[in-house]
């Protein structure tokens, strides 16, 4: 199993900012030895929610097995989300003045060229309305982070705060590779599976009980991955935790080859999940 607390860079290069975070010079005050997410100093009242979350902290990576969209061998991303440490809720919709909805124009006017590049090629979706998608996620989940809000930056400028975050989503996504750790194992797309083989692979390569989501027909659809952070969450400084809802896969699943529908080249059924 490997440790419980995993760093960013031990998992090779990952995505750098176009344009630096800081939390000099701007009032902030974060202590040398960070907190913990959803730890009982972190949820103290007066707490800085820039130098850790304050307001949620179990951080959840939702990764996609969309049949109709991106590699026919990796997830694509749905989203980071920030739920309430207990009881299984969450904050969303957190800021409507940073409902951005021309996320490329923004990320393009900050010079995020390759994290938008990246962007197209892991954080798709099989309508092709990825805009309309990173929005959604953004507006939803991203603006609920403490860590993410415009006071914790010093010089901010409009629409830097969302790209940490879709850098921080992605380089997440990348950390824990949900199609390679099965992989490693021997679950492979075409095939059934009792899903507890899949939860002791995943515990065997992260350290987690992973949520399972299957659709009507008990395919596997989504992977849901839990942790707590230390410090801000665009560190990824993580230590696995469980998850707050039960899987919602039977003990046997089918785990679908991607593209089921494809005839000469056309997809004539295409279908999108959320």
């Not at 993410?148 to 992605?170: H, L, S, V, W």
């Not at 039977?250 to 991607?258: D, G, R, V």
């Amino acid at each position: 199993m490997l440790a419980s607390v995993l760093t960013a860079t031990a998992f090779g290069a990952l995505l750098t900012a176009a344009v630096p975070t800081s939390l000099q010079g701007n009032g902030h005050k974060c202590p040398s030895d960070p907190l913990w997410s959803c730890s009982t100093a972190a949820l103290t009242n007066g707490t800085d929610g820039c130098c850790v979350e304050n307001k949620s902290g179990l951080i959840m990576s939702a990764q996609f097995w969309d049949i109709h969209a991106g590699s026919l061998f990796d997830y694509t991303i749905h989203g980071t989300w920030s739920d309430h440490c207990t009881g299984g809720t969450w904050d969303q919709f957190c800021d409507p003045a940073r409902e951005y909805t021309n996320v490329t124009q923004i990320l393009q006017g900050l010079g995020e060229f390759q994290l938008l590049q990246e962007m197209n090629n892991v954080w798709g979706n099989s309508e092709g309305l990825v805009d309309d998608f990173w929005s959604h996620e953004w507006s939803k989940h991203g603006t609920c982070f403490s860590t993410f809000e415009p006071q914790c930056y010093t010089n901010y400028t409009k629409g830097q705060e969302m790209a940490d975050f879709f850098r921080m989503t992605i380089n997440f996504y990348h950390k824990y590779n949900v199609y390679k750790a099965l992989e490693r194992h021997g679950i492979v797309p075409g095939h059934k599976y009792q899903s507890i083989q899949l939860t002791r692979a995943i515990e065997k390569e992260f350290g987690n009980t992973p949520n399972l989501q299957c659709d009507n027909t008990g395919a596997l659809n989504a992977v849901w991955l839990y942790f707590h952070a230390r410090g801000p969450v665009r560190n990824l400084v993580l230590k696995p935790t469980l998850p707050n809802a039960p899987n919602a896969c039977n003990a046997t699943l089918t785990y679908p080859k991607k593209y089921p529908g494809e005839i000469n080249g056309h997809y004539p059924e295409l279908t999108h999940q959320f």
